[in-house]
């Protein structure tokens, strides 16, 4: 295996604790990025993500979102359990664009 691949983790739940593992990631992230390394030594130190995988009715819907923050200067376009959201600027409140589609 080359060494500038990068990989994925894949982690499927099924419970309602992958909202409580999202908000803890963003918490630390707000404080200080997550780097591969402070998971394990050996990984290259570059920064974690962490990302959903959502349904593809869910994709269209935070595309069509982000066409339009795009086209009215939106800043910040997300997706969480309850909806997609977006907002202007840092500090502003995220306003619901609509609701995902429950699969």
Do not use: H
């Not at 200080?32 to 570059?46: C, M």
């Not at 795009?70 to 376009?77: E, H, L, T, W």
């Not at 997609?84 to 609701?99: A, H, I």
């Amino acid at each position: 295996m080359r060494n500038d691949l990068k990989s994925n983790i894949i982690v499927i739940f099924n419970n309602n604790k992958k909202e409580e593992l999202i908000k803890a990631f963003k918490t630390q992230c707000k404080i200080k990025p997550i780097i591969a390394t402070d998971l394990y030594s050996n990984f290259d130190p570059t920064r974690i993500y962490l990302n959903d995988q959502l349904s593809m009715e869910n994709k269209k819907i935070l595309w069509a979102t982000k066409q339009v923050a795009s086209k009215y200067c939106y800043k910040y376009v997300w997706s969480n359990s309850i909806g997609v959201f977006l907002k202007k600027k840092e500090g502003d409140t995220g306003t619901r664009s609509c609701s995902l589609v429950v699969t």
